[in-house]
């Protein structure tokens, strides 16, 4: 959940808001991951050894908030839940690129 003041900052520099949507534990590797295709709980336990269960949860929790990732219950046997980029994270993904050239 964003606040009345994290709003204001993305607001006045857009930067700053987006770097705010992508930092945190684990955050950066699932937008990665769902660039390729789209990602599933137990895929990201599997691809993201070091994390647990709490940490990707929250994780992708906060990029559904932050409106880059949105949730598809997929309703094939047996039922699972997809998480896809939505078109913001669609957008974002220039910009993440350049960000990991710097690196």
């Not at 699972?80 to 690129?97: A, C, D, N, Q, T």
């Amino acid at each position: 959940m964003t606040t009345q003041k994290e709003e204001l900052i993305a607001e006045s520099c857009p930067i700053e808001g987006l770097l705010k949507m992508l930092s945190g534990k684990w955050k950066p590797q699932i937008f990665q991951l769902a660039q390729e295709q789209p990602v599933r709980f137990n895929r990201l336990l599997r691809q993201l050894p070091e994390a647990n269960k709490q940490s990707i949860a929250v994780a992708l929790k906060e990029l559904e908030e932050a409106g880059l990732l949105v949730k598809n219950v997929v309703q094939l046997k047996p039922l699972h839940i997809e998480y896809v980029l939505s078109e913001k994270g669609i957008l974002v993904i220039p910009i993440f690129r350049q960000l990991e050239g710097l690196v």
